[in-house]
């Protein structure tokens, strides 16, 4: 049975943290499913057009949202601003994190997510974590929108847990700090799902570093 991961963008996403595990996973065989929130085309922050595999909509139309989440071994959010905004005030996407998470799957996020997506839906917590440099006070401020509210003690526990790392796995939370820790974040995903000669394979295909 293949692995299956579901990769969620929205308008503003980051090119490379979006690009770089898509292709990566792909080349492992992983049957990765990219899916366009609020558009089945979406723009990057620096105006890259991408066409999904298909629409959030569509996803929660068929086979529905619910079955694709149990089928799932992890979801993957990249950052940029706006699409971290839009994934985390969707309610769709957090119940298909949140059903992965429960099930035990790999949830990955990169840069500006774990900071503005998975601090928002309280995934955090005491768990270790990486983030964008600065993005730090994020983790533990109030939202206006009402999304994930915390209390001040789960704010408490999350702030002091932001490690100064690239790349950070605790269970099956995987985060990366950056764009420039794409690679390596896709390796750290490959290696969680399907080993390390997969991932040892993959890095000799693209002669990583």
């Given amino acids: 049975m293949s692995v299956r991961v579901y990769l969620f963008v929205a308008h503003g996403f980051e090119e490379v943290e979006t690009i770089t595990p898509l292709d990566y996973l792909r080349r492992a065989g992983i049957a990765l499913t990219l899916v366009g929130v609020g558009a089945e085309q979406v723009v990057s922050t620096r105006g890259l057009r991408v066409s999904c595999d298909c629409s ?29 905004h839009t994934l985390a005030a969707c309610a769709a996407v957090r119940d298909f994190v949140m059903r992965v998470h429960l099930r035990g799957g790999l949830v990955a996020a990169l840069c500006a997510a774990p900071a ?9 917590g005491s768990r270790r974590y990486t983030c964008y440099p600065g993005m730090e006070p994020a ?4 939202h206006d929108d009402g999304v994930g509210k915390r209390t001040e003690e789960e704010e408490s526990r999350a702030l002091r847990k932001p490690e100064r790392a690239r790349v950070v796995r605790d269970g099956n939370l995987l985060t990366a700090c950056a764009a420039g820790a794409a690679e390596e ?10 080993g390390v000669e997969v991932a040892q394979s993959v890095r000799a295909q693209v002669v990583a570093r």
């Fill in 116 to 124: 503005r997506v998975l601090s928002a839906w309280n995934l955090l």
């Fill in 139 to 142: 983790v533990f401020s109030a």
């Fill in 185 to 194: 974040f896709s390796f750290a995903v490959i290696e969680a799902l399907c």
């Fill in 56 to 84: 959030l909509e569509a996803l929660c139309a068929s086979p529905g949202i619910a079955d694709a989440a149990c089928a799932a071994d992890a979801v993957l959010l990249p950052g940029g601003l706006e699409n971290c």
